[in-house]
């Protein structure tokens, strides 16, 4: 596969090889897209157990009953879990090789989501710097929306993180 142009694995020998994660800083152009994929179906046990362990009380999160008498007529699917899920799956062809996650910017819920919703992302590369402080690193910032399974838009955000160049990453293969 190495030498072919399919990219995502490095072959160690004959029909052996490696799952790779992320690119380096060079590997990366304003403007692409990454569709981030398999999908995700939101569960009602998802919402309760990451409401329950950041100690979030919320009826609009837990309360069937209560939610009855709301606009929605049942339960929200929490933003922490809608944003925890979106941000993991776009880790593995964006910031994979990341050093360190910089930040979050502009985190916007635009529409709600309800157990039993696929989710699905896509992240797309809004810059891209060398680092000043840390030689060898460069910052990438992109813009990561999620999306229902029918096409609308939940969630979107800036995020912002440091990964090594292919240089630096060799410099540190060989350290090992």
Request: glycine share 10%; hydrophobic share 35%; proline share 4%.
């Amino acid at each position: 596969m190495e030498g072919t142009g399919i990219t995502g694995y490095k072959q160690l020998g004959p029909q052996r090889y490696r799952e790779v994660l992320g690119f380096h800083y060079e590997d990366f152009t304003v403007g692409d897209v990454f569709e981030h994929r398999p999908g995700r179906t939101v569960t009602e046990a998802d919402n309760v157990l990451m409401n329950t362990l950041c100690m979030n009380p919320s009826p609009l999160h837990l309360d069937a009953a209560y939610c009855e008498q709301t606009v929605w007529g049942k339960p929200l699917i929490s933003s922490l879990v809608t944003f925890s899920i979106v941000c993991g799956m776009s880790v593995r062809s964006t910031s994979g090789r990341a050093t360190a996650n910089l930040g979050w910017d502009k985190i916007r819920l635009t529409h709600p989501v309800f157990a039993g919703d696929t989710l699905y992302a896509e992240s797309r590369i809004l810059a891209k710097r060398l680092s000043s402080g840390r030689a060898g690193e460069g910052i990438i910032t992109c813009e990561t929306v999620g999306l229902t399974s029918k096409g609308e838009v939940f969630l979107s955000f800036e995020r912002s993180f440091l990964v090594p160049t292919r240089e630096r990453a060799v410099e540190e293969r060989a350290r090992y």
